[in-house]
């Protein structure tokens, strides 16, 4: 008779054991393997047009048609964030290639993102529109739900328009890529 543990590789077993291990979801891993996954690179922004806010998201997608419901997850520790929610409203920027610089600004935290950079009332809600985007979708927050440390919002869409043919700017693998 056969038995099922004869001819084992018992160093097999080994490597498996060590490499079960690297796919456990541990931060490193996580960010590592979810950031195979290309996405586009959207600054979300909204507050007082006195004070106006902003954050890069990659996490941006839409939701529902009818409704129209898009949904973005924003880290809880966002500084930015709180004054977009307190407004009730956001607009979703969707940068174009060629505006990696764009991004990295808004990828910052803290300091004024708005200094010196064009920008304009989105015609719903007023949230800062950002010139030169490939698409943006002018929002309210429709509803907001706890997601481990962020937090998972949707908006209803208002206005939405898409200002440029193809090129919009994708992140994948820690990088700022052109899509073309
Ligand atoms: C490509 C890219 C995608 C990002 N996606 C998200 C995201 O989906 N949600 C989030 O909360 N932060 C995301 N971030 C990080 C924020 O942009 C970053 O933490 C920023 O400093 C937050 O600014 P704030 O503290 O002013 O809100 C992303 C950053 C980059 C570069």
């Known amino acids: 008779m056969l038995h099922y543990w004869s001819g084992w590789d018992w160093g097999r077993l080994g490597r498996v054991a060590d490499s079960s291990a690297l796919t456990k979801p541990h ?22 047009p006195s004070a106006p806010s902003g954050l890069v998201v990659g996490s941006f ?14 880290a ?16 979703a920027n969707v940068l174009a290639e060629g505006q990696e610089d764009l991004a990295r600004r808004f990828a ?4 004024d993102k708005f200094a ?8 719903a809600t007023g949230s800062p529109l950002l010139g030169d985007v490939a698409a943006w979708i002018d929002c309210r927050i429709y509803e907001r739900y706890e997601a481990g440390d962020h937090w998972l919002v ?13 090129g919009a700017l994708v992140f994948h693998s820690g990088s700022f890529r052109p899509l073309s």
């Open 27 to 48: 931060s490193d891993n996580f960010r590592s393997v979810l950031g195979r996954l290309p996405t586009g690179v959207v600054v979300v922004t909204g507050g007082e």
């Open 61 to 74: 997608m839409s939701v529902s048609l009818e409704p129209p419901l898009v949904a973005v997850c924003v």
């Open 76 to 91: 809880r520790t966002s500084t930015s964030w709180p004054a977009i929610e307190l407004a009730g409203h956001f607009c």
């Open 108 to 111: 910052r935290k803290g300091g």
């Open 116 to 123: 010196g950079i064009a920008w304009s009332p989105a015609p």
């Open 154 to 166: 949707l908006g209803e869409v208002l206005e939405l328009s898409g200002l440029r043919e193809g």
